[in-house]
């Protein structure tokens, strides 16, 4: 028997989200480093992605740096109406694959005014704090956040690689709408994170969604992609649907065809077996 899912999500209490989203990480250079190899083409899949009915962009001001968002900008903007677009602030970017944290209230205000500027927007739908700072006390960070959403330049905020303890910590300046944490089937390390976000109402937007795949659970993701004539991508993701109601998937590509593909995730309707299976990867 096929078990379905809800395919929306209400985020903030204002937004309703699909929740098979897409990711701009990708639209960046090695390394999430500068421009794309080909410019046009991710200039198509955004413009893709919003035709396949995706609602939800994430991104963040260190992709490029700068690069993915002002990529959606010049795609997309004058946005239509009901896209969401996220964006992080919180890490600085120093090379390819160079990722060191900054989440001083100095950092973040350039950060977010730069995000601003570059999304042509007037005040980001969802801000999300990329990483909390082991060199700036969370309480400042959060202070700063708190006081950039009573400005008007925030309407949401987010908090990513984070556990029940900061959630709880940033709970006390404002309210969390959304958790991106690393998370797949077959790596479960923030399933108590998750827990506490469903019982709250909170989005989960795993980051790393289709994991790195051990042989024997790509066996298993294998098995029952043959059973659909799909992916083993496509079953990762279908299973993060179908596992709770508040998770938000961003898979992230430079590739129409690729994009595409994900986008068919949400039309797999797993049996209870086929979750059984899956569940068990990450036992």
């Known amino acids: 028997m096929a078990n379905t899912f809800e395919k929306t999500f209400r985020l903030g209490g204002d937004y309703t989200i699909n929740r098979l989203g897409y990711g701009a990480m990708r639209i960046t250079g090695q390394g999430i480093w500068g421009p794309p190899k080909d410019k ?5 899949v955004l413009k893709r992605a919003v035709e ?3 609602n939800f962009i994430d991104t963040a001001d260190s992709y490029g740096p ?11 903007a004058p946005y239509p109406a009901g896209l969401v677009i996220g964006t992080k602030g919180g890490l600085l970017r120093t090379g390819p694959n160079e990722w060191p944290i900054d989440s001083s209230p100095a950092h973040l205000k ?3 005014e730069g995000s601003l500027k570059r999304l042509k927007l007037e005040q980001i739908d969802l801000y999300q704090l990329h990483r909390i700072d082991p060199k700036v006390p969370a309480e400042k960070t959060f202070e700063f956040l708190q006081k950039a959403q ?3 330049k925030i309407k949401h905020i987010g908090l990513s690689e984070v556990s029940v303890d900061d959630i709880k910590k940033a709970q006390e300046f404002f309210e969390v709408v959304s958790v991106q944490n690393m998370y797949s089937v077959d790596n479960r390390k923030w399933e108590a994170e998750l827990q506490y976000t469903r019982e709250h109402g909170i989005a989960f937007i795993p980051w790393y969604p289709l994991g790195g795949g051990n042989v024997q659970g790509e066996q298993i993701l294998q098995r029952v992609a043959d059973k659909y004539s799909a992916t083993i991508h496509q079953i990762a993701l279908s299973w993060l649907l179908h596992h709770s109601p508040n998770i ?3 898979p992230g590509t430079s590739s129409v065809e690729h994009l595409e593909e994900n986008m068919k995730a949400a039309d797999i309707a797993l049996t209870e077996n086929d979750i059984l299976q899956l569940e068990a990867l990450g036992g």
């Open 52 to 54: 396949l009915g995706v």
């Open 248 to 250: 938000l998937l961003i």
């Open 110 to 112: 350039e950060a977010l």
């Open 66 to 76: 700068h690069v993915s968002e002002e990529l959606i900008a010049e795609a997309l």
């Open 150 to 152: 009573q400005d008007g």
């Open 40 to 44: 046009e083409e991710c200039i198509r």
